[in-house]
């Protein structure tokens, strides 16, 4: 089974490129499911329930998300009812949504998938590691293939994540800083991993936004109404190969295409 995770989809020349590339890698390199992180994709900020329909009629089976899921207010009444997009699974108890999503590949076999967010430098939420091992026994109960995207900001968190889960879930793909890293790699238990699966959207730019304008902020501390940069657009994410009777990967490739 192969499983292509796009990361971080930010603004339109994200969803733009989302919309050109997927099927065209979905049928050239046979892919069987697709995850795809949205929580950027309107203008950088949220997303709402007309974008998500259109992301997954490009070929997304399944959505995830972060700290800017609830960015746009429309998003509150459409989560409800679209199992197919995901809030971490570690916001507390009476938020809408749901934190994973068990789904079908092409062929029929079923793919469960973990959304949850990590507390460095980040706002607030229960504990990732209990919660995620929660909704991976809910799901194992199903299937074996188990892609955990952790939303989080520090490093070693996710690399700390991904030893958590080592021989408990397919793969940890981790999101949120939209800067790819270059360790791809299947730890010993037979867990694939990656730090950041990278952005797909604007290079030209400071992860997504016009420099200029987040330079701005850097430099003066004031508010700055932050624009979706244009340039160096790029696919960013990884590919996930595993046995799916066994949940164990057997190989992870990192995706980094740039579009005219």
């Known amino acids: 089974m192969r499983i292509l995770f796009i990361g971080d989809i930010f603004g339109k020349p994200g969803r733009e490129i989302a919309r050109r590339a997927i099927p065209a890698l979905v049928e050239r390199r046979d892919i069987d499911f697709v995850i795809a992180n949205v929580e950027n994709a309107a203008a950088g900020f949220g997303i709402t329930g007309d974008l998500a329909d259109a992301i997954l009629g490009y070929g997304v089976d399944v959505m995830t998300s972060g700290n800017h899921v609830w960015d746009k207010k429309e998003v509150l009444e459409y989560i409800p009812r679209e199992r197919r997009l995901l809030r971490p699974a570690n916001f507390p108890a009476g938020v809408p949504g749901r934190g994973s999503y068990l789904g079908r590949t092409r062929t029929g076999e079923l793919v469960g998938v973990v959304n949850v967010m990590g507390r460095i430098f980040m706002p607030p939420l229960d504990d990732p590691f209990a919660v995620v091992l929660r909704e991976i026994e809910t799901l194992r ?59 797909t959207g604007p290079h030209d730019s400071v992860i997504g936004v016009v420099a200029e304008l987040a330079i701005r902020r850097m430099r003066t501390g004031m508010p700055v109404r932050f624009e979706t940069a244009q340039g160096g657009v790029r696919i960013e994410g990884c590919f996930v190969d595993c046995d799916p009777a066994t949940g164990r990967a057997t190989a992870i490739a990192p995706v980094r295409i740039d579009y005219p």
Request: glycine share 8%.
């Open 141 to 199: 109960a199903k299937t074996r293939v188990i892609i955990v995207d952790f939303h989080a900001e520090a490093t070693s968190e996710k690399v700390a994540m991904a030893w958590h889960l080592d021989g408990r879930a397919t793969a940890v793909i981790g999101t949120h800083t939209h800067v790819q890293t270059a360790d791809a790699r299947i730890q010993p238990g037979g867990t694939a991993a990656m730090t950041d699966a990278g952005m």
